[in-house]
């Protein structure tokens, strides 16, 4: 079992930033492929970017590319994405996911573990 718990959601101009951090306990940290998904109102969960074992790999949507930046520290079991340039599209609940299998899916049905998620809204 891995536990997943999120932080730093909340309301932002657009324009602005904000950094999500994702800690992470349980079984080995470094076992697993980190993820952050997302999940706007009406809208289905959709794959935001992901991060390999040792942090040397990167996925990203095109949507967020050039402004959302995803980091791990295996060191302190945490996941971070810092987003920049923020607009009111990104507004969604954002989820921290791990995946024990091959890297290379976006598909939240590949994600074995997920956090509660925590909100982002950006205003106009």
Sequence with gaps: QVQLVESGGGLVQAGGSLRLSC???GRTFTRYIMAWFR???GK????????????????YTDS????????????KNTV???????????????????????WGS???????YWGQ???????S
């Excluded at 402004?67 to 295996?74: K, L, W």
Aim: aromatic residues 8%.
């Design 80 to 102: 971070a994405l810092q987003m920049n340039s923020l607009k009111p599209e990104d507004t969604a609940v954002y989820y921290c996911a791990a995946d024990s299998a091959a």
């Design 64 to 75: 967020t590319k050039g402004r959302f930046t995803i980091s791990r520290d295996n060191a």
């Design 117 to 123: 998620g925590t909100q982002v809204t950006v205003s």
């Design 106 to 112: 976006r598909s939240q049905t590949q994600y074995d």
């Design 39 to 41: 999940q706007a109102p």
């Design 23 to 25: 800690a992470a306990s």
């Design 44 to 59: 289905e969960r959709e794959f935001v970017a992901a991060i390999s074992l040792s942090g040397a790999y990167t996925d």
